[in-house]
């Protein structure tokens, strides 16, 4: 009889249980890193601890998070894994990067067993949204160094499905094969979900006609916006799904069920935290701060207390779809990195998104251009979105559009309304915001 777990004694797991799986599996990850990475043996004795320390989950919070800058500071003083490796080299499999395009990479090892974990917990993650076997899955996360699609590849295979491996590019091709081998599931960034969306209404096909019932979009925040979940849902004629991962922890680790009440997280293989982003003790459950994950089972180079930067909550309670591992209602509510300061207001380009993407009349692309007038002194914030409305139909949009931004962000930035296909599109991770306040 089919369920909608995919490991059920694992994912139902009572709470109890789980967390003495979780002690046991920390206590055992704690040794290894300490006794076979010079890198965390010299930050927990600087911190003054060692793994003999740690009796309760609680008593992590003793230990050091760790950054991205401190990973690659790491690796550029010691090219080119520094001294992270907890697994031997006839271990080692494969090779990932970050993704940045600025600094030195952070490059993250998996071992045989590592990559065996990713792709269950991979599978795991699309059984949850409702991936069958037999199902006909169309890959358009990006292949290689950007390891998503290679992760959604190799669980495709373990659960049984035919996969389209097109990747992150080859729109006309895209568009083919979702209208003629019918495809069921279509796995994205957000932006190149809107953007797919766009192509068929230019190219009159409708998206009833196709087969696509599943898309599971990730790499950036976006899905949990209810106006491009709408956008998404209604433009591709399929059920949307979140889904989340960061190159050092885990490229597809945590998505939504078909509940769709926030990303589960594989509790039995990470340990998440959410954090207060000054002093960096642990909030309470519902309490948004900075989601920090450690490794429990990651061989080669695992990751303690990596703080990802990315703003969530975490709710402990279990899920309407039976799961008990926790999840984070909403998903990433944000970066850290990506808060837009002005003129005393604090916002996130989610919150633009989800104006800009609630207005009919605009296909849904934008950008946040922050400059500083010389003459005055003054930031000045712009939103730029499309639309092909002009005269007085522009006119009254660009009202309404102004004063609903206004009512979100409590601040009132410029509006600047721009014709089709201005704004670049991304087969990737779509840049919101250009702030040029900075520059020399």
């Known amino acids: ?10 994912e139902a797991m009572p709470r109890k249980e789980l967390e003495e799986l979780q002690l046991g599996l920390l206590r055992r990850q704690l040794k290894r890193c300490f006794g076979l990475s010079g890198f965390y043996r010299e930050k927990w004795e600087r911190a003054g601890v060692t ?24 690796q550029a003083a010691r090219p080119l894994f520094g001294r992270l490796a907890t697994a031997p080299p006839s271990d080692w499999r494969e090779l990932h990067p970050s993704s940045g395009t600025t600094g030195f990479p952070v490059s993250t090892i998996w071992s045989a067993g590592d990559v065996q974990n990713i792709a269950d917990i991979t599978a795991r993650t699309m059984w949850s949204f409702g991936v069958r076997p037999g199902d006909v899955i169309q890959n358009a996360f990006s292949y290689g160094l950007w390891v998503a699609g290679l992760a959604v590849h190799a669980a495709a295979a373990q659960i049984g499905c035919f996969v389209i491996p097109i990747g992150a590019q080859l729109t006309e091709r895209q568009i ?12 994205a960034t957000p932006s190149y979900g809107v953007y797919l969306g766009e192509k068929l209404r230019e190219e009159g096909i409708e998206p009833k006609d196709l087969g696509l019932r599943i898309g599971a979009f990730g790499g950036e925040a976006g899905v949990e916006v209810p106006s491009t979940r709408a956008r998404l849902e209604a433009s591709l004629d399929l059920d949307a799904y979140d889904y989340y991962g960061v190159a050092e922890l885990g490229p597809t ?3 939504e069920c078909t509940e769709k009440s926030g990303l589960h997280w594989a509790e039995d293989h990470y340990l998440i935290e959410i954090l207060h982003p000054d002093t960096r003790k642990p909030v309470t459950d519902g309490e948004v701060g900075v989601l920090t994950v450690t490794h429990l089972t990651r061989q080669a180079t ?5 703080w990802t930067g990315d703003y969530a909550r975490k709710i402990s309670e ?8 926790a999840r984070s209602p909403g998903g990433i509510l944000g970066r850290h990195d990506d808060l837009v300061i002005y003129r005393g207001a604090k916002f996130y380009p989610t919150q633009v998104e989800k104006v800009i993407r609630s207005f009919p009349e605009l296909p849904g692309e934008y950008q946040i251009r922050l400059v500083r007038d010389d003459s005055t002194g003054l ?21 309404r559009l102004t004063e609903a931004l206004k009512a979100e962000l409590l ?4 509006v600047e309304l721009v014709a089709p296909g201005v704004i670049e599109r991304t087969t990737f991770k779509a840049k919101r915001v250009f702030d040029l306040r900075q520059r020399a």
Request: with cysteine; hydrophobic share 30%; aromatic share 6%.
């Open 176 to 187: 083919f094969y979702l209208h003629h081998a019918r495809s069921a599931v279509i796995m």
């Open 411 to 414: 601040v009132t930035p410029e």
């Open 253 to 255: 680790f945590a998505s």
């Open 379 to 399: 930031d000045r914030c712009t939103v730029v979105a499309e639309t092909t409305m002009d005269g007085d139909g522009q006119e009254a949009l660009l009202k």
């Open 318 to 325: 279990p899920c309407r779809c039976g799961r008990s591992h």
């Open 302 to 306: 695992p990751m303690i207390r990596y």
């Open 51 to 74: 793994p003999d320390r740690l009796k309760t989950l609680g008593d992590l919070r003793r230990f050091p998070c760790v950054t991205k800058q401190e990973l690659r500071d790491e």
């Open 1 to 10: 009889m089919e369920t909608s777990l995919y490991h059920p004694q694992v």
